[in-house]
Nanobody, 123 residues
Framework: QVQLVQSGGGSVQAGGSLRLSCAAS????????MAWFRQAAGKEREGVAI???????VYPDSMKGRFTISYDNVKNTLYLRMNNLGPEDTGMYFC?????????????????WGQGTQVTVSS
């Protein structure tokens, strides 16, 4: 089984940037789908970016142009670069992985999760 350990996050002012990391170890699949989700207080977990097995990133419209998902094959680490952050981006962020091809940016499609990291954006 794969283990995902997150780092990064923290507190920033509106307009600032952060980068989240998610290091994978253990039984890393050759073909895997990776994504980032976030969960604000009192709300459901939502997808913010997905990296298809082709290496193509896909974002919901609200994240396009601000978030960048990437993966370092040497370090086995997934990243999420977030720019122009606003208070609405505050929440707990989670990385997720699924063996094989992607099945949509939805919680149920992923079976390995990072521990979560808090992002707080003040106005």
């Amino acid at each position: 089984q794969v283990q995902l350990v997150q780092s990064g996050g923290g507190s920033v002012q509106a307009g600032g940037s952060l980068r989240l990391s998610c290091a994978a170890s253990g039984d890393i699949a050759v073909t895997m789908c990776m994504a980032w989700f976030r969960q604000a207080a009192g709300k459901e977990r939502e997808g913010v970016a997905i990296l298809l097995t082709t290496g193509t990133p896909v974002y919901p419209d609200s994240m396009k142009g601000r978030f960048t998902i990437s993966y370092d094959n040497v370090k086995n680490t997934l990243y999420l670069r977030m720019n122009n952050l606003g208070p609405e981006d505050t929440g707990m962020y989670f990385c997720a992985q699924r063996r094989g091809h992607c099945d949509g940016l939805k919680v149920a499609a992923f079976n390995s999760w990072g521990q979560g990291t808090q992002v707080t954006v003040s106005s």
